[in-house]
């Protein structure tokens, strides 16, 4: 992910290429995992999803992912603007640095 993030500083344009990228990946699994594309759950890596629960439990009491939590979440990287200052209620400190 850092390759997105020159020096670690974090930036829309860094953003926009890690959405891009990763919005490729999910079209691709789509035609293989559901030809429909209409899903109500979606599965990542445990730590990744349980880190991202994690940030938006605080703002929603509850420990679910949410399209806003998402944004909640992208704006506060924005925010940070560098990865060294990444801080979040209930993130793990491992996940910080």
């Known amino acids: 992910m850092l390759r997105f993030f ?12 890690v959405l891009s990228r990763r919005r490729r990946e999910v079209e691709e699994a789509i035609g293989t995992f559901s030809p429909v594309g209409n899903w109500d759950e979606a599965f990542g890596s445990r730590g990744t999803v349980d880190a991202v629960s994690e940030i938006c439990a605080p ?25 060294k200052r990444i801080k979040f209620a209930g993130l793990k400190a491992e996940r910080q640095e």
């Open 6 to 17: 020159r020096n670690g500083m974090i930036d829309r344009n860094g953003s926009a290429s």
């Open 59 to 83: 703002k929603t009491g509850r420990r679910t992912i949410t399209v806003e939590g998402l944004q909640r979440l992208r704006q506060g990287l924005l925010t940070a603007g560098d990865v």
